[in-house]
């Protein structure tokens, strides 16, 4: 059973009551002001920012019962019992609503805890169980509905008429509605971009006969910690039909997209993977054209060794609408939660990311840029090209005693940092067998792990 009957009360340009002159009636006459009501302030001693306040009209006096008259809602938030318990008897006599800050027994109703996305309003209670559990949903609510959301509303409300007028059906009107406010519509919308999601809408519109929600979002989903995820990531995750994933994104990364939403693995294997990249793109392409919302979903950002560039490609030939959203790329990722800072005034002014596999499956990079002095060099996909790239970074003039390090399964439970030297760390990579995936990372800065991994809850070895 509810202890209680929410509910939104419209109180614009009625009269409520605040009895109490300090900080917490400053703060109840502010909602009640936000909400379009006039304000009546009573107490002996009124605050200042209280009395400065638009529309309030404050009573220096001790609260009476004559104060009631004309009020439609009363909040009392004096620190004095008697008088709170005299104004609860004396609105619940006159039937007002009544509330008693921090005084459930005395009230007739509660203020809820608020999310307000206006014209999209949350209210949410613990009933006065437990102000830190409303505190903690906060959070919760916060990150799940983000801020434009309030944007998005309006944005619904500005066409709700015209699309009624032209899907007359409501079955295919509710469908219409999914599709633009889950879709890329909603996402311009967020954005800020509404010209082009009107646009899109339009378009919608237009060819409303053949109603399709066949998109591909292309999520970047980090390195491997879940808490490396983006919002826009997690909420695309949560509204896909079906999941296209490879072994680079972490179990956990997985378990979190929607649970009734079909799960495709695709996983790749190091070498040989050139045919399997078109099977992939044409997966996608299928998936959309039978009206799927397709989430391919890639480890560390899309578009840095993602090969998120090639899938999109065929999308757009084929017009299908896509989204691409940024992920915390592997360097980026593995570096912050092994302690060991990209760019560092005294050791390095530029950092480049490398990959060590390339197509044809050779190492061969520009060894001369590489080995400059003071930059920091981050090797993707480079382990198995370990000894070469030691070899030919010397013999390019990097000295052999250069900080280098590899980084295993990077953010995850399984991380492990291994360091040495260019002339050092392949044999303590033969020795130690590193598992996939590693990040190599080579710089002065790699130094710098030693005086800060101490502080990082992942720090090892
Ligand atoms: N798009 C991805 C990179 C894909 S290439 C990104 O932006 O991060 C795959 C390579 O990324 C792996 O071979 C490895 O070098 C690196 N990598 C990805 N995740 C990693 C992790 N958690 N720890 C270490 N290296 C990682």
Redesign the pocket.
Known sequence: MMDFLPIFLNVKGKLCLVVGGGEVAARKAGVLLDAGAKVRVVAPQIKGSLLAQQGVESIVARFDALHLEGIALVIAATDDRSINQQVSEQAHARNIPVNVVDDPELCSFIMPAILDRSPLMVAFSSGGASPVLTRMMRGMLESMIPQNYSRLAAFAERFRQQVKQRVTNPAKRRIFWENALEGVVAEKVLTGDENSAEAMLQKMLEDEDNIQRGEVYLV?A????PDLLTFRALRLMQKADVVVYDN?V?KPIVEMTRRDAERIFVGKK?ADHTLRQEEINALLVRLAKDGKRVLRL???????????GEEIETLAAEGIPFQVVP?????S??ASYAGIPLTHRDYAQSCMFV???LKDGTMNLDWAALARPKQTVV?????HGLDTLCAQLIAHGMPETTPIAI??????RN?RVFTGTLHTLPGIAKREQPQ?????IIGGVVKLREKLQWFHPQGDE
């Open positions: 970047g980090g390195p491997g910690d680079l972490s190091r890639k480890g560390g950002d899309p578009f840095i060794f993602g090969r998120g992920g915390i790329t592997a360097a990722g593995v990959t060590g596999h090797v993707y996909m480079g382990l980084v295993q399964q990077g953010t995850t991380q996939a995936p590693t990040l190599i």
